[in-house]
């Protein structure tokens, strides 16, 4: 039976459970949700403690929290809401929502609302919801456009399944293009840099072939004052990371006692994890095992995995593991391009989370990691925005490269980006153990699908709009690539991302002043420009160390003193980067031998090859992800 208006909720007061819950709750009259906890009770589907400890959390729906906690199935869940609210339960089977009916809405709009408009019943046209209370606050609007609308209910997977059965293309679209054209690189044509690369090109031939020897020390100055600069700012970000950080100020004490039952699980957020996969197939079993065993509730939490449709591999894969209910598969149609960024738009619409986090294939959160996240927040302001965890690996000792790329990024994790974080500057996001509030996530535009380096750009968004990024004491272990050409591969796909954000931004560099101030905007030319040119300028360096082996001469250009000079100061800067790194492996407790450090310098090598690639890459195929693969040192 379908109902045009929502009968009357029954009060309860003179109920002792329903007091319970009041005085729990902190208000005089039972919720909706109270009330239909309290008829399940009384028809005996579940206890008193499984209804008390599914109210702890007001922003869990009662009917998920159920379900998530495996108090009772799906099936019996909502059979007993549609019951309780004299509604109908649809039919999906028998019939599909109608394509007519949804093309008159915003696809996504339903998806983020969890209904949809589903048949035509005589002159009424029905509209099911996951949450029936919601039908309340839609009703007006709905009305509008259909004249009269009435409620049935189904869960909101399967409302989820039938919006996508119709409207999966046309949001697959909307994912591509989600972030609007002036904030995004989609429009990128590397047709319009032939000409100033020519030019330049032409600049620097003659010059070489005028004066060779003249060129190349040009071009050794240029690269030693830019290496000099980056070796400052390192120092600089050092020293500020050492610097004990400022205790928060003290929060006054309540000046009455909050009841809970559970103070730890109280109001914590609803959490929604992206988890973007792409030829995983080898890898996702493990990488269920770690997220089930998070320390977060299972009733506030979802994780949705995003697979590619055509990836039949990572589906076969997830379909032979029984999920647990919180945890859904998501395809996404394939569309004009196949980043990370096209993914979670696409998945975005399908969060109801106040949080969002993203976490990678390969991934090994700290167990509490969820309940960190949840904390921070709370006690941060409203412009707070973004919690950024450390990474580092756990196959590090596999060879000399992983041992090197754990090098690195323990020095960048643990010394270098806490220490620009103290500076002030914007710190460029990581790909993974992320966690946004949704809402401003949404304000933003989502991630930038055409952006092959979606976090460092999405980073400086929310520095440009005024909001803060932290960082998290919390960590997440990853595998280290450990072979030299998909090292190469993955290290040129940042690169080109970093020239494709810098490109992005620098359209309109006065704008991007007013909005960084001065500091910042310096920050942001070292971090982006400065890091791209070091690593394609490092192999000008490499004459240093022939001229330091007599291989190559330059006393004529600066004289024995000034080589000397240049010598020493390329030497105390090779000193401080290996006291980064050091400082780096201690803070990681890693227990690889300081004999590996100077071996870096080779490593960095690989870099500059990376970035001659990147270049390539962002005058011929500027929006290609060139995928890495997990799993494969992963024990």
Known sequence: MYLTSLRPITRLDASPLAGQVALHRLHPAPSESEVFGVALLRAGHISAPSLLGALRNPQVHLVDHLIASGVMDEGAAYSALATHWAVGLADFTRHPVDTALLSQLDAATCLAGHWVP????????VIVCAYPEDFTALRPMLSQIFGT?????????LIEAQIMARAGAALARRAETLLPDRDSCRNF????????????????????????????????????????????????????GLRRAPAPPARPEPARPTLHIVPTDADLPFISILVPLFRES??????????????????????IFLTEDNDT????????ITLPAWMRVLPVPTGTIRTKPRALNYGLDHCKGQIIGVYDAEDAPDLGQLRAV??????????????????????????????????EYAAWWRVILPGFARMGFAIPLGGTTLFFRSQILRDLGGWDAHNVTEDADLGLRLVRRGYQTQLLDSTTYEEAN?????????RSRWIKGYIMTYASHMR????????????????????????????????????????????????????????????????????????????????????????????????????????????????????????????????
């Not at 990488?287 to 998070?294: A, G, H, N, S």
């Open 189 to 240: 044509s590397p047709r319009r840099t032939y000409g100033p690369l020519c030019a330049l090109a032409a600049i620097i031939g003659a010059g070489v072939l005028a004066a060779p020897l003249t060129a190349a020390f040009a071009l050794l100055c240029f690269a030693l004052a830019l290496a000099y600069s980056q070796t400052v700012l390192k120092l600089v970000a050092l020293l500020a």
């Open 482 to 490: 450990s072979r030299a050409i998909p090292w190469v591969k993955q």
């Open 374 to 407: 949840a904390q921070g927040f709370a006690k941060a302001g409203p412009r707070l925005a973004c919690l950024q965890g450390r990474l580092d690996y756990y196959n590090p000792t596999h060879n000399w490269l992983s041992r090197c790329f754990t090098i």
């Open 282 to 303: 080898r890898i996702v079993a493990r990488l269920i095992r770690r997220l089930e065993r998070l320390d977060y509730p299972s009733a506030a939490l979802e994780v």
């Open 118 to 125: 589903w048949r035509r019943i005589g002159a009424s046209t």
């Open 313 to 320: 591999a990572t589906a076969s894969a997830l379909a032979s």
């Open 508 to 635: 309109r560099p006065a704008a991007l002043l007013r909005d960084l101030g001065a500091w910042r905007f310096f920050g942001m030319q070292m971090m982006f420009a400065g890091t791209v040119m070091h690593a394609l300028l490092a192999p000008a360096l490499a004459l240093l160390w022939l001229a330091a082996f007599g291989a190559v001469s330059l006393s004529g250009f600066t004289g024995a003193q000034g080589l000397f000079q240049i010598a020493t100061i390329g030497f105390a800067a090779e000193v401080l980067v290996l006291a980064a790194n050091y400082l780096g492996l201690r803070r990681a407790g890693h227990r690889l031998s300081p004999l590996w450090l100077p071996t870096m310098m080779a490593y960095n090598l690989l870099a500059s090859l990376a970035a001659y690639k990147a270049v390539y890459e962002v005058l011929t195929k500027p929006f290609y992800w060139d995928k890495t693969a997990h799993g494969l040192f992963d024990d």
């Open 149 to 157: 609308v009435v409620l049935a209910l189904a869960p909101r997977r």
